[in-house]
């Protein structure tokens, strides 16, 4: 089989402007840049590049929070991490462990949307991702065989998590790939606020969350959505505080034989999901929730999108059709520049 690894992204906003005055790093990886309005800072974390900016006073000490956060859940959440939470319950031969209530919480949610979803959202699809190769970058393409076997060890139902512990059947396996950059974003956004920031903007890789609906000047929050199909954008969304969360098969995908394979996966065939859709940006207030419908609408495809999207009032979003064509949900249509004419407006 011939084998061509077309990309791994690490997709980094281009909204930020990093200044260039007083850098510093410290052992973990963070940098703090400052000057008298704008504070920045990056931290590697999530397999992410993040920055943060904050503006006005207390800038340095809400960053230096929030990266410590960032990397704090990192810690509890990573699948790789021998000594994170979830690599415990996924190597425990079946057994209770201990976890922190923020992992309990992330479980129960990640349960709860599970079942909102009608299971387009699995944190238990890890031994299929691996076996494509999505975890490692070696990507193969399994056989059928392979793939129903490893099925009849996803299930959400699996998952026991309660009173501060958590467990899962040998064989299965959790991944909050989909869900825990959202979910640091909403820590990191509570930080800054709980050291004082009022205004910041988040960057974790491409999805974006605002402290405060604007800069200190007034002016709100300008956020390009990426074109799928190549480096520009698509358009500029005018926010006030909010996540805007995008999934996309351009973020990881491999060709073999001429076929393309792309990171999100359809639970229920074990396959890449194949919805006719390119991405999916969601725009809402919390973070992780906008992160489970980015991943779990995109398996869903536009009308199961949409549908969902008219009976949850509590978001808004911008999907991209595999042929270009850009859908925007009525909520936000007014705060869309499009760069392109291919656009159509979702009403309820
Ligand atoms: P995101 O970029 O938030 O859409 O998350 C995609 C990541 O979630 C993938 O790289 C996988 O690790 C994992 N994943 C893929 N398909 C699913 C799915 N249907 N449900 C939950 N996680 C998934
Ligand atoms: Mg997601």
Not at 181 to 210: C, F, M, P, R, Y
Not at 321 to 347: H, L, Q, R, W
Request: charged share 25%; with cysteine.
């Amino acid at each position: 089989m011939k084998k061509k690894i077309i990309a791994r992204a690490i997709v980094v906003s281009a909204l930020l402007m990093l200044n260039s005055c007083a850098a510093n790093t410290d052992k973990d990886n963070t940098e703090v840049i400052a000057d008298d309005k704008k504070t920045s800072g990056s931290v590697f974390a999530m397999d992410t590049y993040m920055t943060v900016t904050a503006y006005g006073d207390n800038g340095k000490k809400g960053i230096e929070a929030a990266q410590k956060e960032i990397t704090r859940l990192e810690k509890l959440w990573s699948v790789t991490d021998e000594n994170s939470e979830i690599y415990a319950i996924d190597h425990s031969g079946g057994a209770e462990v201990p976890i922190s209530t923020e992992t309990e919480e992330l479980l129960d949610f990640a349960i709860d949307m599970h079942s909102r979803t009608n299971g387009a959202l699995d944190i238990t699809l890890y031994p299929v991702l691996r076996a494509w190769g999505f975890t490692t970058g070696e990507y193969r393409v399994p056989d059928d065989d392979e793939i129903s076997s490893l099925l009849e060890c996803k299930g959400v139902d699996r998952i026991k998590a309660g009173d501060g512990k958590a467990s899962v059947p040998e064989n299965t396996e959790i991944d909050l790939g989909a869900i825990a950059k959202g979910s640091a974003g909403d820590a990191a956004a509570k930080a800054l606020k709980e050291q004082g920031v009022t205004s910041a903007l988040l960057d974790l890789g491409g999805n974006i969350q605002t402290v405060g609906d604007s800069k200190p000047d007034g002016t709100k929050w300008k956020v390009g959505i990426r074109d799928p199909f190549g480096e520009g954008s698509i358009g500029t969304l005018t926010i006030g505080e909010c996540a805007v969360i995008t999934s996309g098969g351009y973020e990881r995908f491999f060709e073999m034989d001429g076929l393309i394979y792309k990171h999100i996966l359809d639970p229920e065939t074990g396959r890449p999901a194949e919805s006719g859709l390119a991405s999916v940006t969601i725009i809402g207030n919390e973070g992780r929730m906008c992160d489970a419908l980015s991943t779990s609408l995109y398996v869903m495809g536009l009308d199961d999108a949409c549908g969902y999207w008219r009976e949850n009032h509590d978001f808004d979003m911008i999907l991209v059709n595999d042929k270009g064509v850009v859908y925007v949900t009525e909520g936000i249509s007014e705060s869309f520049s499009p760069n392109v004419d291919d656009v159509t407006v979702v009403e309820r």
